[in-house]
C-alpha cells in the first residue's frame, strides 16, 4: 500500500458539484511524457509516420481538427438531449435515474466514431495493473474515460488479436471488476453508457457499450485497477481504484495507433481527478511550439509542478459543460479594440463557452465569433502570396527571400470574466509551420458550438488545473 495512503482522509468536503474531495498533504508529483503525433518518438511507438514537410504537417493537424470539431459537437448534442429528456420528465421518473440514460438510444458520446485514433492528441506510456503492464495510450482533456484494448478470461486471445500491446486482465493482481448492481454502475457510470438493465449475477462485471456512428463497436466492462506512475524525482507510485475500461479490441478496429485513451477530462471518474486528489488537488501540462520544431518534449505533471513561477488566474468552470475544462470568457480584443462578439457565445451557464482542449490544434470557434477575429487580424497577411490550406481560410507564402513582420500584427487578447487575460505571443495565433508560411490558426465552426483553444493557443504556457478550487493558472514556460 502507499505510503500516501495515511494522509488521504484527513480533510472531506463537497465541492459545488457534489464531489467528493479527498486532497493530500503530500507534495510529491508524477510526471507523463506527452508526445505529439509529429514528435520522432510517435513514429518509433507506434510506426505511423508524421508528413515531411512543414505545411503538410499543419494540413494533417487541420484535417484532424475537422474530426475532433465533430466528435466535440456530437458530445454537446448529447448533452443536450440528455437535458431536454431531463426537463421533460415526471418527478417519479427523475428518482429513478436510469430513466434518462434509456432516452436517448443512439448515444454517442465519449468515443464518437472512433476518431478518436485521428486526433491531435498526445499519447503516453502508461503501466497498467499488478505486475504493471505496458501501453501507449493518448492522453486527452477532452474525455473522462480511462479505456484500454483488454483481454480477459480467455485463453487463446494473444492468437486471435494480433496488436502490439493488449492489456491482460487476467495477469494483473489487483483488478476489481465493478460489480453490475452496484450504484457505481447503476447511477454513476451511466455517463459512459453502462448497461444497468444487463445484470445476470449481482457480482457480474459493469459492461458497457459505445456504438460509433461509424460502425465500430467498443464493448468492455468497467474495472478498479492499479496504476504505476514514475514520479518527478524517482522511484514511482501507483494511484489505486483507478476506474479503467476493460474493451474488447474485437470490433475496435479503427483504433489502431494506441491502445486506449487516458480521460484528463473533469468526472470524479477520470484519471485526472483520481490522480490529482492524491497529489494535492491540481495537475498541469505545457505543450510546445510543435510545428516549428518536432522534437520537442511535453509532459503533465500531478501534483505541484516544483518550477516556481509567476502564474496568472482565471475561473477554471467544471461540471458545466460537460466533462470539459470551461472558460469564462468575457469578450477578445484586437489591437486594443474589443470585438463585437455576441455574449452568448461565452455563456458557460448555457452550455457553451469556451473550453481548452489539447485534442484540437486551431483556435475553433463558432462562425459569429470567427469573423470579427480573422477581419481584424487578416490585414497583417496582406502583401505576401496566398496559399491553400483546406481548412484554414487566411494562409500565405513566406519563404526565404521575405521576412514575415510580426510587429504589423495587432495584439490578441482574451478577457475574461473576472478581469484576468490572456496576452499570448504572435505565433500563437499567426501559425508559421516552420519553413514556407503563416496562417491565422482559427477555425469557423456551424452554430451551436463550443469555442475549442486548441494546442497552437496554448502552446509556450504552461497551464495548470486547480481541480479543488476551480482555478486555471498559466504562466510563459520554457517547457522542459
Ligand atoms: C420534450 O418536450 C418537448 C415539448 O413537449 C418536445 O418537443 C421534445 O421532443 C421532448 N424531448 C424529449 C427528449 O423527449
Ligand atoms: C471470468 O470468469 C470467472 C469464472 O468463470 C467469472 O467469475 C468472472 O466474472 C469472469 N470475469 C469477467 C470479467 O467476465
Ligand atoms: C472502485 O473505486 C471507487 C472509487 O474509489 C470506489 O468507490 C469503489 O468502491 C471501488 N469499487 C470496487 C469494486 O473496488
Ligand atoms: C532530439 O532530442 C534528443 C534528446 O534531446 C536528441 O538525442 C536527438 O538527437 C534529437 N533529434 C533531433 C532530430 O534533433
Ligand atoms: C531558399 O529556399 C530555396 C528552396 O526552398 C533554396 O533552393 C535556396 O537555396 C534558399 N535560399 C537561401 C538563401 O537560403
Redesign the pocket.
Known amino acids: 500500500m502507499s505510503p500516501l495512503y495515511p494522509y488521504l482522509l484527513l480533510l472531506v468536503f463537497l465541492n459545488v458539484n457534489g464531489f467528493l474531495w479527498v486532497p493530500s498533504v503530500c507534495q510529491e508529483s508524477i510526471r507523463l511524457n506527452m508526445i505529439h503525433r509529429h514528435h520522432p518518438k510517435f513514429e518509433k511507438k507506434t510506426g505511423v509516420k508524421a508528413p515531411e514537410s512543414p505545411m503538410e504537417r499543419l494540413q494533417q493537424l487541420i484535417r484532424l481538427d475537422e474530426k475532433r470539431i465533430e466528435m466535440v459537437f456530437r458530445m454537446r448534442e448529447h448533452r443536450r438531449?440528455v437535458a431536454?429528456?431531463v426537463v421533460?420528465m415526471t418527478t417519479t421518473e427523475k428518482q429513478q435515474k436510469r430513466q434518462v440514460l434509456s432516452?436517448p438510444s443512439s448515444v454517442q458520446l465519449q468515443l464518437y466514431s472512433g476518431s478518436y485514433s485521428y486526433t491531435n492528441s498526445y499519447v503516453t506510456t502508461f503501466r497498467v495493473g499488478t505486475p504493471p503492464q505496458r501501453l501507449l495510450l493518448i492522453t486527452d482533456t477532452g474525455s473522462a474515460l480511462t479505456w484500454a484494448n483488454c483481454i480477459h478470461n480467455c485463453s487463446d486471445c494473444s492468437r486471435k488479436h494480433r496488436r502490439r500491446r493488449i492489456f491482460d486482465a487476467d495477469k494483473s493482481t489487483s483488478i476489481r471488476s465493478i460489480p453490475c448492481s452496484s450504484e457505481m454502475c447503476q447511477v454513476g457510470l451511466q455517463e459512459f453508457n453502462a448497461y444497468y438493465d444487463y445484470c445476470p449475477k449481482r457480482k457480474s462485471p459493469c459492461w458497457y457499450d459505445m456504438s460509433y456512428s461509424g460502425g465500430t463497436t467498443v464493448i468492455g466492462f468497467f474495472a478498479n485497477e492499479t496504476v504505476t506512475v514514475k514520479r518527478r524525482n524517482k522511484g514511482h507510485t501507483r494511484i489505486h481504484q483507478v476506474l479503467i475500461g476493460c474493451t474488447d479490441p474485437t470490433g475496435n478496429t479503427d483504433f489502431s495507433e494506441a491502445d486506449g485513451i487516458i480521460g484528463l477530462g473533469y468526472s470524479p471518474y477520470s484519471f485526472a481527478y483520481r490522480a490529482a486528489m492524491q497529489l494535492g488537488g491540481k495537475f498541469s501540462y505545457s505543450l510546445m511550439d510543435v510545428l516549428s520544431s518536432r522534437n520537442v518534449s511535453n509532459y503533465i505533471v500531478f501534483g505541484e509542478d516544483n518550477k516556481k513561477m509567476q502564474m496568472q488566474y482565471t475561473e477554471l468552470v467544471l461540471g458545466k459543460v460537460g466533462t470539459h475544462y470551461a472558460l469564462n470568457v468575457r469578450g477578445i480584443s484586437v489591437g486594443g479594440v474589443m470585438l463585437d462578439i455576441p455574449p452568448y457565445v461565452w455563456d458557460v451557464e448555457m452550455g457553451y463557452g469556451a473550453i481548452l482542449d489539447s485534442g484540437t490544434s486551431a483556435f475553433a470557434l463558432p462562425e459569429m465569433a470567427y469573423r470579427p477575429i480573422v477581419d481584424a487580424l487578416k490585414a497583417a497577411l496582406e502583401g505576401y502570396p496566398p496559399v491553400t490550406v483546406t481548412g484554414l481560410e487566411y494562409c500565405v507564402i513566406v519563404d526565404n527571400t521575405t521576412t514575415f513582420d510580426e510587429s504589423r500584427v495587432p495584439k490578441l487578447v482574451i478577457h475574461f470574466a473576472d478581469g484576468a487575460t490572456f496576452e499570448p505571443p504572435v505565433k500563437n495565433y499567426v501559425i508559421n509551420p516552420g519553413e514556407g508560411g503563416r496562417c491565422l490558426g482559427f477555425m469557423p465552426t456551424p452554430w451551436p458550438a463550443d469555442s475549442l483553444i486548441g494546442s497552437f493557443m496554448q502552446q509556450g504556457y504552461l497551464w495548470e488545473f486547480d481541480l479543488i478550487n476551480g482555478k486555471l493558472g498559466y504562466a510563459l514556460a520554457d517547457c522542459t
Do not use: C
Open positions: 438531449k431536454e429528456a421533460n432516452l
